[in-house]
């Protein structure tokens, strides 16, 4: 079963890691021109360099409690792994999770974007800046404090947070949804 968490988790990790990369994980930063995190927030996600990639995905890192975010990653993978398994025990298999994170989890706290990352951003990215990343990645971190606080494995699939569905990510869903579809 850890081998099933984990294959989730790598699937989910790529929607996880655009919203971490691109715009999901920091609840409180200013979302104005101001500098965040050392990176500023007029740059186009098509410009930004690996150091500032990393720099803007440790911030957002910064601003997120981990344990909600591991919380909220082994509730979700264990919902959808016993929906692929009805014999599977989803709570047993969370808490597990909880407890002792699988890789899959642990990469999904740890900021590693590199040119190959940067390079595979969509045309679309062009059109977008920090800060539109910073005002859907305030909505996501809010959505994911209140998942983790409320996440069991009665969770309906339909009710964990999408991005894509926020108000606050308007601008990216707009202007680039490719986005989006790579993340899912």
């Not at 990393?54 to 911030?59: D, Y």
Request: overall charge negative; aromatic content about 4%; some cysteine.
């Amino acid at each position: 079963m850890k081998n099933t968490i984990d294959r989730l988790h790598k699937t989910s990790s790529i929607k996880l890691s655009l919203v971490v990369l691109l715009g999901a994980a920091s609840i409180m930063a200013a979302c104005s021109g101001a500098d965040d995190g050392g990176v500023a927030g007029d740059i186009k996600l098509t410009e930004m360099t690996v150091e500032q990639a990393n720099s803007l995905c440790q911030f957002a890192l910064d601003q997120v409690d981990l344990d909600d975010m591991a919380k909220g990653s082994c509730y979700s993978a264990s919902i959808l792994a016993s929906k692929l398994d009805p014999n599977l025990d989803c709570e047993a298999t969370a808490q597990e999770c909880v407890k002792n994170p699988t890789q899959g989890v642990k990469d999904l706290l740890t900021c590693t974007a590199n040119q190959a990352i940067l390079s595979g951003l969509p045309a679309c990215a062009a059109n977008l800046t920090t800060d539109d990343w910073k005002v859907c990645q305030i909505a996501f971190n809010e959505a994911l404090a209140t998942l983790a606080a409320n996440v069991s494995c009665t969770t309906e699939v339909t009710k964990l947070p999408n991005p894509a569905t926020f108000s606050e990510c308007s601008t990216i869903k707009d202007e680039c949804p490719e986005l989006f579809e790579l993340a899912m």
